[in-house]
């Protein structure tokens, strides 16, 4: 079987399914929050860019997260994988980029746990991040900045003090800044651009806190949490359309994403349908799984 990483393609959102949104018209003030959502791969929470006349040209310049590194439970013969990261782009279906940077646990057929970092500028493929090492526990916050055509990703495990920094010039297709997300994910298999979500890791519940970014338009620049007003956002919820296992009949592909808490920067996202993803105001130490992903 390939490592995990070579399974991973394109990280792009799947919608399953989305209510459309509706203004009141041309020019007109939007609502602040997106209808429910549906995806075969990602669960969290998206701000997006608005589409009145006076937001046109807003476009976002970073976005940030930080989470505790859960603890996956693996099953026999059954390989899954998950990943938690923040980014920016790759929400809306024409995109062609997105760039982003997280962590993983991962489950191989014999039982083995894998935990480690990652960052990927779609369209080309992931890549691991050799100098940190993840251990369930971590605490680690992350960051995608971008400026013109040069996009930044770090990472810090502020549990073991290692970080990671790296700025890539993307001339074609250039940074996708539509969109800011903090997400949970089911990595897919990609053959002929065609993708298939792959099973999600059971790693209980994680929280997302400190979720932040920024905007750039006519009107200057904010800084505001998910729910700022400068921005549309809303929920995202994993239900794999193969919501069985290939390998086990009985394992979902399935995420729940809570509400936000009062401050707007925090949420949780548990793994399995049906599930209350409560709001937490301190990094959760999963003991199961959440999430979501391409």
């Known amino acids: 079987m390939p490592s995990p990483r070579s399974l991973h393609g394109s990280r792009r959102i799947a919608i399953a399914s989305i209510v459309a949104l509706c203004f009141a018209g041309a020019g007109a003030a939007y609502a602040s929050e997106l ?13 997006i860019t608005g589409s009145s006349t ?37 929400y809306r279906q024409t995109s062609k980029a997105l760039e982003q940077v997280g962590s993983e646990a991962d489950c191989a057929a014999s039982g083995q746990i894998s935990y480690y970092a990652w960052y ?3 369209p080309q493929g992931p890549n691991t ?25 770090k990472l810090t495990d502020l549990t073991t003090g290692a970080t990671f920094k790296r700025t890539r010039k993307m001339r074609s297709p250039k940074p996708d800044v539509s969109a800011a997300e903090w997400i949970a994910e089911a990595p897919s298999t990609c053959n002929n651009n065609r993708c298939t979500p792959l099973t999600l890791t059971n790693f209980g519940s994680l929280t997302f806190t400190n979720a ?11 800084t505001g949490v998910i729910d700022d007003s400068d921005w549309i956002y809303g ?9 069985r296992s290939r390998f086990n009949q009985n394992e979902p592909s399935e995420a729940t994403t809570g509400t936000l808490a009062a401050t707007g ?9 049906g599930a209350t993803g409560s709001s937490g105001s301190s990094g959760s130490s999963g003991t199961t799984g959440v999430t979501g992903a391409t």
């Open 265 to 273: 920067d925090s949420f949780s996202v548990t793994y399995g349908s």
């Open 35 to 47: 209808p429910s959502q549906t995806s075969t791969n990602w669960a969290g929470y998206t701000a």
């Open 129 to 153: 991040i050799n100098r940190i090492v993840v251990s369930p526990g971590d605490e680690i916050t992350a960051t995608v900045a971008v400026k013109g055509d040069r996009a930044t990703v």
């Open 54 to 90: 006076r937001d046109y040209a807003k476009r976002f310049s970073s976005v940030s997260g930080t989470w505790v590194e859960p603890t996956a439970t693996c099953t026999a013969a059954e390989p899954t994988f998950s990943a938690f990261w923040v980014g920016l782009g790759g």
């Open 120 to 122: 990927e500028y779609v």
């Open 235 to 243: 929920a995202i919820e994993l239900e794999s359309t193969n919501s």
């Open 212 to 222: 932040t970014a920024t905007s750039v338009g006519i009107d200057g620049r904010q």
